[in-house]
């Protein structure tokens, strides 16, 4: 398992769920990445939660968790800035960053979105831009994800919490590595 494979899975699980077997897939690959690299976080919860729940709850559980909750919405951007025009220099710096890597963000998210931005850093680590990958997420990423996880901390009822505590662990983990995972 790779560190772009693990990206990719934590993007996935942080889109709309619209299948349990992908979904279950996701969090096989990411808890084992994390089990390997010794991120020690609840992830498993987010597993059991995912294989005793028909796809309608977990559809449900997305929407009243990063839907229905401003605090808890998955824009990085809404965590740093709120709604004041630093967050628009912010998305533009964003698509600059996909724009100068190549990437096409899949869909029609906003680029400061959750599952976007690993989607991104996913690709940065397949191409092995590993000092720009690990620059963009101490300066773009983490800061927002810092909050989000902040945010999270105290709801213990929140099914997607671990998976919030995994992309903040491996974001951390990943910019302070010397060597490409």
């Known amino acids: 398992m790779t560190i772009a494979e693990t990206y990719a899975s934590l993007a996935r699980m942080l889109d709309y769920p619209v299948g349990k077997e992908g979904l279950l897939a ?88 959750l599952s976007v931005v690993l989607g991104f850093l996913a690709h940065m680590a397949r191409e092995e831009s590993n000092g720009a990958r690990r620059t963009f997420i101490a300066e773009s990423v983490l800061p927002g994800m810092e909050r989000l996880s902040a945010v999270f901390a105290d709801r213990q009822d929140v099914p997607w919490k671990p998976v919030i505590e995994a992309a903040r662990l491996l974001c951390a983990a990943d910019c302070k590595e010397a060597d490409p995972c």
């Open 26 to 113: 996701d969090c096989g690959r990411v808890g084992a990445f994390l089990g390997e690299n010794r991120l020690d976080c609840s992830f498993g919860t987010f597993g059991d939660f995912v294989a005793a729940s028909p796809l309608a709850t977990l559809q449900e559980e997305y929407v009243g968790t990063f839907d229905f909750n401003p605090a808890t919405a998955p824009y990085l951007g809404h965590h740093l800035f709120g709604d004041n025009q630093k967050k628009g220099g912010y998305m533009i710096g964003l698509k600059q960053e996909f724009g100068r890597y190549g990437f096409t963000p899949p869909g029609n998210e906003l680029p400061d979105h």
